[in-house]
């Protein structure tokens, strides 16, 4: 495991079996350098993300990629899809309040911008709660999203291309665990990087599987952070396109890290939305550093059960 960042990368192929990764992959020591190095490589790029999405995470969503230092961009019109479409830097599509309009514009959304060879992922928000929803995530399918991020029951229901019995609607009622052999066969059937969040994200290219570990409990409590997190990983992508697994792990796990910082100065889920994109805005390995002394001398203490701070300061 990467003390930096809490990344394991698991080689999760059957006993005597070599995995294939899509990509190399990092030594495990590298990926806490590589995601501080992502993130400062889309500040520098400051990538157009599209996003059609829920009407409850808009606001959320486009305020985590302007601190993590993207464009965000909320157009969702059928008719400025050809106009605009081809000129962005990622798309994402989330199909958390989906109607029959919104999912026309998803395809149009996603065929044109496959078309102009940008990268798009897919959130399939509450997958399981309708025939509808599941019929509109196959079809997107078709259209090649480079990465798909859901909760572990999304995962689950989508890889088995059917709803799954007990789920509760856009929150999980599985372990991110669970939905990792699901995530794998999702990501060999439909080619795309496919992440399952949770108190381990896992993040796999249907060869190896990649866990981070960052992150709080209480972000659950925030609505619509998994649709926020699904933004920045296209943000990432949109910047290391041919390394989405590596992007993607580092997405998550730099909103776990901005994640655990926030809830340093935070009382609960409302003062952390705040303080989570506070710290988003502006961090980097020096600011980590700063903190972590900050709030050994002066904190609650809290700060010392964090894989991540503890690692960090070892690691330095
Ligand atoms: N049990 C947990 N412990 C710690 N962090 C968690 C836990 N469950 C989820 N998270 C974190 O919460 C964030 C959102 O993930 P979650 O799985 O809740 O997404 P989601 O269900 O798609 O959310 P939403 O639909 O509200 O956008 C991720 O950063 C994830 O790592
Ligand atoms: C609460 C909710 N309902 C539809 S989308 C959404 C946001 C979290 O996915
Ligand atoms: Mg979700």
Not at 60 to 74: H, K, R, W
Not at 133 to 154: H, Q, Y
Not at 280 to 308: M, R, T
């Amino acid at each position: 495991m990467d003390r930096q960042t809490g990344i394991t990368a698991t080689p999760n192929a059957p006993a005597g079996k070599i995995p294939q990764p899509s990509e190399p992959l990092l030594p495990d020591d590298q990926w806490g350098h590589r995601a501080w190095e992502l993130l400062q490589k889309l500040r520098l790029r400051a990538p157009l993300i599209q996003c059609i999405t829920n009407v409850v995470s808009m606001d959320l969503m486009a305020n985590v990629l302007l601190a993590a230092g993207a464009s965000p961009a909320m157009l969702s019109s059928i008719d400025e899809i050809s106009d605009f479409t081809p000129g962005v830097d990622a798309l994402c599509i989330n199909i958390g309040t989906l109607s029959e309009d919104g999912l026309a514009s998803m395809r149009a959304a996603a065929a044109t911008a496959a078309a102009a060879g940008r990268p798009w992922v897919l959130d399939p928000v509450a997958v399981n709660a309708s025939d509808f929803r599941m019929e509109a995530c196959l079809g997107l399918l078709e259209l090649r999203p480079a990465v798909i991020r859901g909760n572990a029951s999304e995962i689950l229901g989508l890889a088995s291309a059917r709803r799954i019995r007990n789920s509760k609607g856009v929150d999980s009622s599985h372990q991110s665990f669970d939905a990792v052999e699901a995530a794998k066969s999702l990501s060999r059937s439909s080619g795309a990087i496919v992440a399952v969040s949770g108190d381990v994200d896992y993040i796999t290219d249907g060869h190896v599987v990649v866990g981070a570990r960052n992150g709080d409990y209480m972000v659950q409590k925030i609505t619509a952070t998994g649709c926020a997190i699904t933004a920045l990983i296209a943000a990432f992508i949109s910047v290391e396109p041919l390394r989405a697994l590596e992007a993607t792990a580092c997405a998550l796990s730099i909103f776990g890290v901005a994640a655990e910082l926030g809830m340093e100065m935070a009382a609960g889920p409302a003062s952390l939305r705040m303080h989570l994109i506070d710290s988003l805005d502006g961090l980097n390995e020096d600011v980590l550093v700063f903190f972590f002394f900050f709030f050994f001398f002066f904190g609650s203490g809290a700060i010392l059960g964090k894989s991540l701070w503890a690692s960090i300061f070892i690691y330095r």
